[in-house]
């Protein structure tokens, strides 16, 4: 890339697999993975990126979080853990960049609410139910947040007003707001079409299933009018 194209001016770690259940009845392999390519594949991501930002002098790192980064959701334990960790990267690298003098980097996170993609397919899911989540968001508003991120990185940029609505609940009421998600979480899900337990695409890749939404919220509404 870099022969190719001479630096490199943005780098967007977007990566990111699921597994939803109990924690308890996922099993450890699934949850291994989770950290595999969540966290160790965003720690390779900026590593890579920011060696090259500081021989440049610039650079903006941007990475995609969740709303799990600042709110932890029952049902996706592992998952919220490697989205937390992930915001804790950002802050940290951030911090050593202003340390070492390197003013012209700048490292971002978005942290997007549920989206209709196809992540909720690719999940592995250990809850019986086909994976939901009310009131989810269009790709398009992440995609929005990401291109914007790329000029105006913030380190915890929350998207959208469910979003925004959750990080400023969990500051205020962090006992309450993680009560009222799990409790949601587990209602929602029990809405879901019954589904065999099943490791999802996160060990091997779903062909099947590659494009930008997931059809989730088609799903749904077919499943509420049941």
Same mark, same amino acid.
């Given at each position: 890339?870099?022969?190719?194209?001479?630096?490199?001016?943005?780098?967007?770690?977007?990566?990111?697999?699921?597994?939803?259940?109990?924690?308890?009845?996922?099993?450890?392999?699934?949850?291994?993975?989770?950290?595999?390519?969540?966290?160790?594949?965003?720690?390779?991501?900026?590593?890579?990126?920011?060696?090259?930002?500081?021989?440049?002098?610039? $650079?903006?790192?941007?990475?995609?979080?969740?709303?799990?980064?600042?709110?932890?959701?029952?049902?996706?334990?592992?998952?919220?853990?490697?989205?937390?960790?992930?915001?804790?990267?950002? !802050?940290?690298?951030?911090?050593?960049?202003?340390?070492?003098?390197?003013?012209?980097?700048?490292?971002?996170?978005? +942290?997007?609410?549920?989206?209709?993609?196809?992540?909720?397919?690719?999940?592995?899911?250990?809850?019986? !139910?086909?994976? %939901?989540?009310?009131?989810?968001?269009?790709?398009?508003?992440?995609?929005?947040?990401?291109?914007?991120?790329?000029?105006?990185?913030?380190?915890?940029?929350?998207? $959208?007003?469910?979003?925004?609505?959750?990080?400023?609940? !969990?500051?205020? +009421?962090?006992?309450?707001?993680?009560?009222?998600?799990?409790?949601?979480?587990?209602?929602?899900?029990?809405?879901?079409?019954?589904?065999?337990?099943?490791?999802?695409?996160? !060990?091997?890749?779903?062909?099947?299933?590659?494009?930008?939404? $997931?059809?989730?919220?088609?799903? +749904?509404?077919?499943?509420?009018? %049941?």
């Amino acid at each position: 890339m870099l022969d190719r194209f001479g630096s490199i001016d943005v780098w967007v770690n977007n990566v990111g697999v699921g597994a939803v259940g109990y924690f308890w009845d996922i099993p450890i392999e699934d949850h291994a993975r989770l950290v595999d390519v969540n966290l160790k594949g965003f720690i390779y991501g900026a590593h890579a990126a920011l060696r090259v930002f500081r021989s440049q002098g610039r $650079g903006t790192l941007v990475n995609v979080g969740s709303v799990d980064s600042a709110v932890p959701i029952a049902l996706q334990n592992t998952y919220a853990a490697t989205k937390a960790a992930v915001r804790s990267l950002g !802050h940290s690298l951030s911090e050593e960049l202003r340390m070492a003098g390197d003013d012209g980097i700048k490292v971002g996170t978005i +942290m997007p609410w549920a989206v209709d993609t196809p992540w909720w397919v690719h999940a592995a899911n250990y809850t019986g !139910h086909e994976p %939901r989540m009310s009131a989810m968001d269009d790709p398009q508003i992440v995609v929005d947040a990401i291109v914007a991120a790329c000029t105006d990185p913030k380190l915890d940029q929350p998207v $959208g007003y469910k979003a925004k609505a959750a990080n400023a609940s !969990h500051q205020v +009421m962090p006992g309450l707001t993680e009560r009222f998600s799990a409790v949601v979480a587990k209602s929602e899900t029990e809405k879901g079409t019954p589904v065999a337990p099943h490791p999802g695409a996160i !060990h091997n890749p779903n062909p099947d299933s590659t494009g930008v939404s $997931g059809g989730i919220r088609e799903r +749904m509404v077919a499943e509420d009018s %049941r």
